[in-house]
């Protein structure tokens, strides 16, 4: 009995150094590649070539320009686009936005604008049919930059980058002036990996990607979000896959309840329209 209470409190003590499972964390396929951090200065380690006064040094290895993640390369989507499970996939990139727009008729897109510091979450559609017909992201406050999804160079980890946000003021527009007000309430958006993954089509196996973590109906503590997307994003593709799930009584995301795959690089390109901005 003496050895039994003994076996007990060791195996209560292992488990306290289990660190337990962010219920989070996106669900892949292969285990996470981790990068090793970037060595350090110092004696038999001179600083990186062109750091010092006036020269800043490169960004370490585990820092992503996540503009180039998110978008298709310019010279492939020059005359391609992605395909897959559902809709097809239109990269255009413009100064200060960029496209992903939905059908080869030139609408209906995801918007997002994008600066030197963040890449935000801007427009989407609302009827499939109707160009007049939109939700955007616009706060009394910060304008049209209220919902930052990422930092523009983000760092990598389990999780990474993280922003949280309290004001996800929208606008849902049925024709370009005719909206009503909505919130999303407190919204955690994180960047996980990278990872490697298998996504079929014709991506190549073991595909390094980061994964967009866009949790939403968050209380004020930013817990309890309702709602998550993921969007998983590789170079030199952008958008590879994307998922919804929403969150259960016990803390955890169900399995996902829409999932839309971005495996195929197809040949053609699309000119966007828009018209009401």
Known sequence: ???LALLVVFLSLLGCNV??????APAVQNPPQVPSPPPSSGPGNPPPPGSGPGNPAPPAADTYDMLVWMTMSADLSANHHMAGTANP???????????????????PWDIQLYDDKYIYLGVTELDWHNPNTFKVFNSSTLGKFNLP?????AQGGFPG?????????????TDCNTFVTKSLGH??????????ESLGGGLPNNLETLVISYRYSCDSSYSGCGDKEEFHVAKPYGLVKWQHQKLQTDGTYAAPDNVTYFNQVVAGQTQVLTTCF
């Open 149 to 153: 999804l990422v930092p523009r160079f």
């Open 89 to 107: 996939l239109y990269t255009s990139i413009l100064s200060d936005r960029f496209f992903w727009t939905k059908t080869g008729q030139g609408f």
């Open 1 to 3: 009995m003496k050895y």
């Open 19 to 24: 660190a337990p499972i962010n219920p989070a």
């Open 161 to 173: 980058s993280s922003i949280k946000i309290s004001d996800s003021t929208y606008e849902i527009h």
């Open 187 to 196: 919204v955690l958006n994180e960047v996980w990996g990278p990872y490697t």
